[in-house]
């Protein structure tokens, strides 16, 4: 949605729900992160986020129902445990999709683990008609991680 303000400028309004995607195995945790964009013209972008998927809500849609449909268009991962609220913020930033354009976004945070079955270790890849999105599994201090989750 776009928002005309007083100074005559637009703001582009987002809704947006976000997840750390985990799967833990013999006492390693790791953390599926979107390592890369590779689009048809050839340009690529790095990518350095701190979620695993983000997702634009559709009106009216729920987060969790949001995060869930997200993680299946995007890795086909179908089979989430534990998918649990993290909480919400909001941001008012430029957009790195659209130059030049304020967004504000409203984000609502998750985490959830994924089971064997649906883990890859050589993590996922999105294909899209304008672009390529490479996601790859990222080793955590499993320690650092708790210690975090307890703060």
Avoid: C
Avoid at 13 to 40: D, H, M, P
Avoid at 72 to 91: P, Q, V, Y
Avoid at 99 to 122: T, V, W
Wanted: aromatic share 8%; net charge negative.
């Amino acid at each position: 949605m776009l928002k005309e303000l007083p100074d005559g400028s637009l703001l582009r309004i987002v809704s947006v729900a976000r997840a750390n995607i985990f799967y833990a195995k013999n006492g390693k945790r790791y953390r599926l992160a979107e390592t890369r964009q590779e689009f048809a013209d050839g340009r690529t972008r790095i990518r350095t986020l701190d979620t695993s998927v983000s997702e634009k809500l559709k009106v009216g849609e729920d987060p969790h129902v949001a995060i869930v449909r997200g993680i299946a268009e995007e890795l086909n991962i179908k089979k989430l445990l534990d998918l649990e609220s993290r909480g919400e913020s909001s941001a008012t930033e430029e957009s790195p999709s659209y130059p030049g354009l304020r967004s504000e976004k409203h984000m609502h945070d998750f985490s959830a683990n994924i089971p064997e079955s649906e883990f890859d270790y050589k993590g996922y890849v999105e294909r899209q008609k304008d672009k390529t999105t490479t996601f790859e599994w990222i080793l955590e201090d499993f320690e650092l991680a708790n210690a975090k989750k307890n703060i």
